[in-house]
């Protein structure tokens, strides 16, 4: 079991894109610009500084550490966005790309609230990078809210790129920026009765364990979780702290994902935000990595499910609610 755990996680954390590039998401803190990276096998200081266009003598510190460490598979780092890799007009040089960095819209955000929070960009040019006609957005939506410049020749994500800013977003991220990045609801996998269900049904609304109203959600392994719970007798439910980890599944096909300590790699889980009674189900790749960032978490949900949960990814911690069946 330790040997099947180990290498879902490597799998997971090793992800190789193929044809598209994952959503890079930009966060700001105490006004500084960052992106998040989860360390995968092989990994260093430098490697990891190719990717980004960083120097490893820059993102050590960054992050607090010396360049002597050596990183942990799974460790998350803060990628910082400097003069050197971070741009917001521009042309790219002969051997550099532009990046599409984005930001997933909270409740009651506007485009020009969005802006000033980054470099104060104007909303002619967010509405342009984001092949918008109106003003209007909706919460869960990325948008494009800058560009991380890269080396062509030595970070994969180049392949996603742009020349010039203000040209046309890739063909791989310009549905995501334009739609919101939750399943519709004729593509919740819900159970009734056995039967499909019917798609002109608004969600129902039920009651948690710990009294919580939430409306019974989405996700793909939704229908997965119901057969594992249909007796509901080893139903477990537990309360505590959640935190997230960056992945690139999730946006486009709901597939959500959770590390969790004592708990089978495989198993569906229903996560319930009672802050806002939002519920994903998810499906348990592994343990949560030892660390001090991880000390007293009951679970990491990928970045795709927190925005389903309406979880602001700027927040080190959340309430979480979490139900599985106990083998």
């Known amino acids: 079991m330790k040997k099947l755990c180990l290498l879902l996680l490597v799998s997971f954390f090793s992800f190789t894109v193929i044809g598209q590039t994952p959503a ?36 050590a510190p960054y992050n607090g550490m010396k360049i002597d460490k050596v990183l942990s598979v799974g460790e998350m780092l803060k990628i910082p966005m400097t003069t050197a890799n971070f741009a917001q007009a521009g042309t790219a040089g002969a051997d550099e790309v532009f990046v599409p960095l984005y930001h997933v819209v909270s409740d009651k955000e506007g485009l020009y609230r969005i802006g000033q929070n980054y470099n104060k960009v104007k909303t002619e040019n967010l509405k342009a990078w984001n092949g918008l006609k109106a003003d209007e957005i909706s919460s869960g939506q990325r948008l494009v809210v800058g560009y991380l410049k890269v080396k062509k020749s030595q970070s994969p994500l180049a392949t996603s790129g742009i020349k010039k800013i203000g ?50 959600g989405v996700g793909y392994f939704k229908a997965v979780y119901m057969q594992q719970n249909k007796n509901q007798t080893n139903l477990k439910i537990e309360t505590g702290q959640g935190a997230i980890f960056k992945s690139t599944s999730g946006w486009q096909d709901a597939k959500y994902y959770a590390l969790m300590n004592s708990v089978s790699p495989g198993t569906i889980v229903r996560i319930t935000n009672p802050s806002t009674g939002k519920v994903i189900y998810a499906k348990v790749l592994g343990e949560i990595p030892p660390g001090k960032e991880n000390e007293g978490l009951l679970v990491r949900i990928s970045n795709a499910a927190a925005a389903e949960l309406m979880v602001n990814e700027k927040e080190a911690k959340f309430p979480a609610e979490v139900g599985y069946v106990k083998e």
């Open 24 to 59: 890079l998401i930009l966060q700001s803190e105490g006004g500084k610009l960052f992106i998040q990276h989860t360390v995968a096998p092989k990994e260093n200081w430098y490697s990891i500084g190719r990717i980004y266009n960083i120097s490893p003598k820059e993102l």
């Open 167 to 216: 040209g046309a977003v890739p063909a791989t991220e310009a549905v995501a920026v334009q739609t919101n990045p939750t399943v519709t609801q004729t593509e919740k996998p819900t159970v009734t009765n056995t039967k499909p269900a019917d798609t002109n049904t608004k969600p129902v609304e039920t009651v948690t364990p710990t009294g919580h109203t939430s409306v019974e």
